[in-house]
């Protein structure tokens, strides 16, 4: 065997085979509006139809289907819509199959950037009914047309359904059975549910004994009771018992209303749209003299020693909220108190939701003893003759009397000067130069040494040195005053070693220039002084602030 047959030349073969491409992960989304069972079959088969070519599709992978039952494309709300999104966001998707514009989304705006959002992803929306495609360059211009149509179809769909339902009003036919404590429906007919029906005489028995609805509660919590759906009662649940009209026998319909097709905002129909009064729909459970006066004790201020006649007479007149009364306490022990009603949303929400002034309670009493020309203020003769207060804007009270006359006053806030009077604001003074801080800790010239230019405090400056030392001076703030006083700390300190308790005896000291400063003490008279700089004073980077 010769050399050349034991050294074999291998040569390696080229895979010629390509890589297999990825496959686009593709999902669908499905949507019906109402929760029944044709739509439901509906939605089924829609489910049914877009699974089935995803998955045989080689160019595709399932990425699943979602599907939302029983809500209206006009709402965001929606609960596989917003996992689809999510999902997106995760890249777990690259198209997104849909049967129609409506199916997507019946809110243009929404929709639009949704697109837009999916868009900026990588991912896109094919529409199979209009046959658009979000990634081609055309595809966003027609989704915009087409959503303003479909957002304009729920629109006259919505007004047909409320033109339906007030058309039913009108017969004395209610839209829908309603859960109502106390009743519940056989048919079309509402029938007693004598154990909730004893709730519900209970209720309004407490309140003619003069009971109120916090202790009613405390009393249905003790025995067990809850509310139709279940739940503990609360001040809400028990007002609304009371202020409802069904436990009479008789039917208002339309006692709320929707604000809007996008946001669906319901609110109480307090004149807005017309109601309907329909008599004696089902057997009542209370009398419709007991729901009366009822009613017109609820409309009276309860007596002045436990709640105040300004108590739901006092209005915002930027968000509508009544003002409740709040007890505040200031001064050095809290030892001061004084009362200012406030509005409600404020309280809450704070002053991104309203900014409406805090009234405090005397302004109230003193100018409502002004318009009903009384010498001393007197809540009987408030309650009898003032109907409402309204707060209109910063300085404005508008008070609506009861028989229908207004008048209007001027007012200005003296909440922080009720209980802000000298002595508190030297304590104040005090506090804020450090004299109630841990002396240890606290620098002693802190607060005291003030620029004569600007009026600002001047502040502390650390300069260290290549040997390891370090010395602090103190300089004006503030920038572009024009005040390049500055003073070593070691200075200060020679300047006032005679004068014990420093923060307690001295009110401040001004830095005149560069060579002078002025010394004022507490009993009242100032002292002129002058130095020399001991150190260079060059700005250095090393230098940092206290």
């Known amino acids: 065997m010769t050399n050349d047959d034991k050294c074999k030349h291998v040569t390696p073969l080229q895979n010629t085979l390509p890589p297999s491409p990825r496959r686009d992960r593709t999902a669908a989304y499905a949507r019906v509006s109402l929760d029944s069972a044709d739509l439901k079959h509906s939605l089924s088969a829609q489910v049914s139809y877009y699974t089935r070519p995803i998955q045989q599709n080689p160019q595709w992978e399932y990425a699943g289907v979602y599907a939302d039952c029983g809500i209206s494309g006009t709402s965001g709300s929606r609960p596989q819509w917003q996992q689809l999104l999510s999902d997106c966001h995760a890249g777990k998707i690259d198209i997104i199959l849909t049967k129609s514009v409506s199916r997507f989304?019946?809110?243009?705006?929404?929709?639009?950037?949704?697109?837009?959002?999916?868009?900026?992803?990588?991912?896109?929306?094919?529409?199979?009914?209009?046959?658009?495609?979000?990634?081609?360059?055309?595809g966003e211009l027609m989704l915009t047309i087409l959503a303003s149509f479909a957002q304009e179809e729920s629109r006259s769909i919505s007004d047909n359904v409320k033109w339906r339902i007030r058309k039913k009003?009108?017969?004395?036919?209610?839209?829908?059975?309603?859960?109502?404590?106390?009743?519940?429906?056989?048919?079309?007919?509402?029938?007693?549910?004598?154990?909730?029906?004893?709730?519900?005489?209970?209720?309004?028995?407490?309140?003619?004994?003069?009971?109120?609805?916090?202790?009613?509660?405390?009393?249905?919590?003790?025995?067990?009771?809850?509310?139709?759906?279940?739940?503990?009662?609360?001040?809400?649940s028990i007002r609304g018992v009371l202020c409802n009209i069904t436990y009479t026998g008789n039917t208002l319909l339309q006692k709320t209303f929707t604000t809007d097709l996008i946001h669906k905002v319901r609110r109480y129909n307090r004149g807005e749209l017309p109601q309907f009064f329909v008599k004696s729909t089902h057997e009542a459970i209370i009398s419709m003299e007991i729901f009366r006066e009822v009613q017109t004790k609820m409309m009276q201020p309860?007596?002045?020693?436990?709640r105040s006649c300004f108590s739901g007479h006092v209005r915002c007149g930027s968000c509508g909220s009544i003002y409740e009364r709040s007890t505040r306490r200031c001064g050095k022990n809290?030892?001061?108190?004084?009362?200012?009603?406030?509005?409600?949303?404020?309280?809450?929400?704070?002053?991104?939701?309203?900014?409406?002034?805090?009234?405090?309670?005397?302004?109230?009493?003193?100018?409502?003893?002004?318009?009903?020309?009384?010498?001393?203020?007197?809540?009987?003769?408030?309650?009898?003759?003032?109907?409402?207060?309204?707060?209109?804007?910063?300085?404005?009270?508008?008070?609506?009397?009861?028989?229908g006359s207004i008048l209007?006053?001027?007012?200005?806030?003296?909440?922080?000067?009720?209980?802000?009077?000298?002595?508190?604001?030297?304590?104040?003074?005090?506090?804020?130069?450090?004299?109630?801080?841990?002396?240890?800790?606290?620098?002693?010239?802190?607060g005291l040494i003030h620029c004569p230019h600007c009026g600002h405090s001047a502040v502390r400056q650390l300069r260290h040195y290549k040997d390891g030392t370090s010395a602090a001076f103190w300089h004006c703030r503030t920038k572009g005053c024009g005040n390049a006083s500055k003073i070593w700390?070691?200075?200060?300190?020679?300047?006032?070693?005679?004068?014990?308790?420093?923060?307690?005896?001295?009110r401040y000291i001004?830095?005149?220039?560069?060579?002078?400063?002025?010394?004022?003490?507490?009993?009242?008279?100032?002292?002129?002084?002058?130095?020399?700089?001991?150190?260079?004073?060059?700005?250095?980077?090393?230098?940092?602030r206290d």
């Not at 243009?108 to 979000?134: H, M, P, W, Y």
């Open 105 to 138: 989304a019946r809110n243009t705006v929404d929709l639009l950037t949704s697109i837009r959002q999916l868009k900026s992803l990588g991912v896109a929306v094919r529409f199979e009914k209009e046959q658009l495609d979000s990634a081609t360059d055309d």
């Open 169 to 236: 009003f009108e017969q004395g036919i209610p839209a829908g059975h309603f859960r109502v404590l106390g009743y519940h429906w056989e048919g079309d007919q509402m029938v007693i549910i004598p154990e909730e029906a004893a709730i519900v005489r209970y209720i309004f028995q407490n309140f003619l004994k003069g009971k109120s609805r916090t202790e009613t509660k405390k009393e249905l919590d003790a025995d067990g009771l809850r509310t139709a759906g279940g739940y503990s009662f609360c001040d809400s």
């Open 302 to 306: 309860r007596d002045v020693g436990n």
């Open 334 to 403: 809290n030892e001061q108190e004084y009362t200012i009603w406030i509005c409600r949303s404020k309280r809450k929400n704070g002053t991104a939701c309203c900014g409406a002034k805090s009234i405090p309670e005397h302004m109230l009493e003193s100018l409502s003893g002004e318009v009903l020309q009384l010498s001393s203020f007197d809540p009987k003769i408030f309650a009898a003759e003032i109907e409402t207060i309204a707060v209109v804007g910063c300085d404005k009270l508008v008070f609506h009397f009861k028989n």
């Open 408 to 446: 209007q006053r001027q007012w200005h806030s003296t909440a922080r000067t009720d209980c802000w009077n000298a002595q508190l604001r030297e304590q104040f003074s005090r506090q804020c130069k450090g004299i109630n801080r841990n002396p240890h800790t606290q620098n002693p010239f802190t």
């Open 489 to 506: 700390e070691d200075t200060l300190k020679d300047m006032v070693r005679d004068v014990p308790r420093l923060p307690y005896l001295v």
């Open 510 to 544: 001004e830095l005149v220039d560069t060579r002078n400063v002025k010394i004022c003490y507490t009993d009242g008279h100032c002292e002129a002084k002058s130095f020399q700089q001991t150190r260079k004073m060059r700005t250095r980077k090393a230098d940092r």
